[in-house]
């Protein structure tokens, strides 16, 4: 269908009208292909148009010439439990030259789940009406997978809120820089930010957002506290929430979790960047041995087009903590550093480490080997960060053991000492022009990366940075990270691996690699009581700094022996390891035991 019109009479309307559709499952997108192409061809617009409805939703916008292509919508529709149809608008501002059009109009997933002759399993939920066999985890998250509603009845309103009637037993953070604002239909800012909320669908619906405009500024946190909940014992108690992040300058969202009230308590999920114009479901599984909050922050990017929307959050298997409205704080001495916590009651022996929370004993090497242990994760909280961003001026557990040996010699001024120390990309000196004008994580000239300073130091002189010593890593092991080596008198960059007394090299670059950051991959596998040092080598002058960023120790759990068989696309190890058979015979000892690297498969 298309329209082509060369006329200058005022405020005309194209308009196509689908048919009437009944009702829409929980999965439905619609996509169409759009051309929209022309001078002055103006906009035009999708609107969902719901029976009892008086306002019609916005759904989908093109602005202006979008060039002589076709280009595809993707439209997320959800769950539309009430007749509707959908009006394709097209409005001419007085002169109008071009042509729009549209075409391969699709409809997918949109049918509701049909109905089961049984449903077995523990993680089912049968529908009370059609039927349908869902799984548990949508139970009780607000949203009627069902179609008969059943999924969502006799659900504790304590532990759910759609925000249609204000933030229910959710707070906002007072220590935080601003606060997320509860909102229908679009955003302030076009090109970001949702256009309906999630519960209804419609721009009736209510959800909270967050503004990333003036005069909100660069990483400003919004911060949501959730009511606090009882430990989760052995219980499975988990945590379902909708996000939407759309627009270019789009930030991060990340999930904490925290039983000491003045703390920012440990990171459970984050996600960056723009995911698109659309809702995502996200469900965390959260175990804890005290009263515990969860705390969902979201961060402003570098500009106005980065607004976060959040609705229909859930909890489900989780109990409200009945006892004090508080959770407990860290006391301070009179310096301002932490009291050192006093290990609990145990039974461990001098081989085991005692878990913080819970006395609880487990084995020396499950300390630092990329898996908490331990319900409070105590046992991973002196390691290396499996990512480290450097953000927060954050270095996750990296250290550099020459200057803590020197720090005791004060005859040495380590402030001339060649040295690895955190920088961003607005440096004070414009003479320095080989250093990253940018961060890698996000790319603009406020963020954090780590450096060696070649102003300091002496031709061949070298700067190591380690990390705390790892217990164990799996088979697939990996690190990765991202280096800038810009410069006319670079030196060197190494990855080196360090187990007892014995070092070796692992990764080396050197030289001048040019105005970027560039990617590297190092594969450690299977190691164990080792530390992992990047090491970098002074040129013969001050023009080469090497620079690091966004390190990553990517499949660095070890493997766990399974108490269930290996399924048909599994291989099992002589050591009763499960892996999947892709990784037979591929030169990667995955069992531990090079059973899968065996000359009989």
């Known amino acids: 269908m298309f329209i082509l019109k060369k006329s200058n009479s005022i405020s005309q309307i194209a308009r196509l009208r689908s048919p009437k559709f009944r009702q829409t499952g929980s999965n439905c ?150 606060d997320w604002i509860r909102i229908r239909g679009p955003t302030p800012t076009v090109n970001t930010g949702p256009l309906k909320d999630h519960t209804t669908g419609t721009a009736r619906g209510h959800y909270l957002y967050l503004e990333s405009s003036e005069p909100r500024q660069f990483q400003d946190k919004a911060v949501l506290l959730s009511p606090l909940f009882n430990p ?62 969860i705390l969902l922050r979201g961060t402003v990017g570098d500009g106005f087009t980065g607004d976060i929307g959040l609705d229909d959050v859930s909890f489900l298997g989780c109990t409200l903590y009945n006892g004090k409205r508080n959770l407990p704080t860290i006391s301070t001495t009179t310096s301002g550093a932490s009291v050192p916590a006093t290990v609990p009651m145990n039974n461990c022996t001098e081989k085991e480490f005692v878990c913080q929370a819970s006395g609880h004993c487990i084995q020396m090497i499950q300390k630092c080997d990329f898996r908490p242990d331990c319900s409070d994760k105590s046992d991973e909280s002196a ?66 990366y780590l450096f060696a300073d070649s102003s300091n130091g002496e031709f061949g002189h070298t700067a190591d940075i380690a990390t705390p010593v790892i217990s164990l890593t799996g088979p697939r092991c990996k690190i990765i990270f991202w280096n800038h080596m810009n410069g006319s008198t670079i030196g060197s960059l190494e990855v080196l691996y360090k187990s007892s007394n014995k070092t070796s090299k692992l990764w080396t670059q050197s030289g001048n690699q040019g105005p970027q950051w560039n990617r590297a991959e190092v594969f450690l596998g299977i190691r164990s009581n080792f530390q992992v040092i990047f090491r970098a080598k002074r040129g013969v002058s001050y023009m080469g700094d090497v620079a690091v960023d966004d390190i990553t120790f990517e499949d660095c759990s070890p493997l766990l022996i399974s108490d269930k068989p290996c399924t048909s696309e599994e291989f099992m190890c002589a050591n009763k390891y499960c892996i999947p058979k892709n990784n037979l015979c591929d030169f990667v000892n995955d069992c531990e035991d090079n059973s899968d690297e065996s000359h009989s498969i």
Request: with cysteine; charged share 20%.
């Open 383 to 448: 390691c290396v960060m499996e990512v480290c961003d450097f953000e927060d001026k954050d270095l996750c557990g990296w250290h550099q053991p020459a200057l803590e040996q020197m720090s005791g010699n004060y005859s040495i001024s380590i402030t001339k000492t060649f040295k690895w120390q955190l920088g961003r990309g607005a440096n004070p000196y414009p003479e320095q022009e080989h250093c990253p004008l940018t961060d890698h994580t996000t790319c603009t000239e406020e963020g954090w």
């Open 232 to 293: 989760s014992g052995n219980g499975t108690c988990v945590f379902r929430f909708h996000y939407h992040m759309f627009g270019k300058e789009v930030y991060k969202l990340s999930v904490f979790q925290r039983t000491v009230s003045n703390t920012k308590g440990w990171l459970l999920w984050y996600k960056s960047g723009n995911q698109g114009n659309r809702w995502i479901r996200k469900t965390l599984s959260i175990s804890s041995s005290k009263p515990f909050q």
């Open 29 to 178: 997108t619609l996509s169409f292909w759009y051309y929209n192409y022309g001078q002055s061809v103006g906009a035009a617009e999708l609107q969902l148009l719901v029976d009892g409805l008086k306002q019609p939703t916005v759904l989908w916008r093109t602005y202006y010439n979008e060039g002589n292509q076709w280009l595809k919508a993707v439209i997320q529709l959800g769950r539309l439990p009430h007749p509707f149809q959908f009006s394709l608008d097209k409005i001419s501002l007085g002169f109008y030259e071009g042509v729009s059009a549209i075409d391969d109009i699709r409809f997918e997933n949109c049918a509701l789940p049909p109905p089961a002759l049984s449903c077995e399993g523990p993680n089912r939920f049968w529908c009370r009406d059609t039927k349908a066999c869902i799984d548990g985890l949508l139970v009780c998250d607000l949203v009627d997978d069902c179609g008969d509603g059943s999924d969502e009845d006799s659900c504790d309103p304590d532990l759910q809120c759609n925000f249609e009637n204000g933030l229910c037993n959710w707070e906002q953070d007072v220590q935080d820089d601003f």
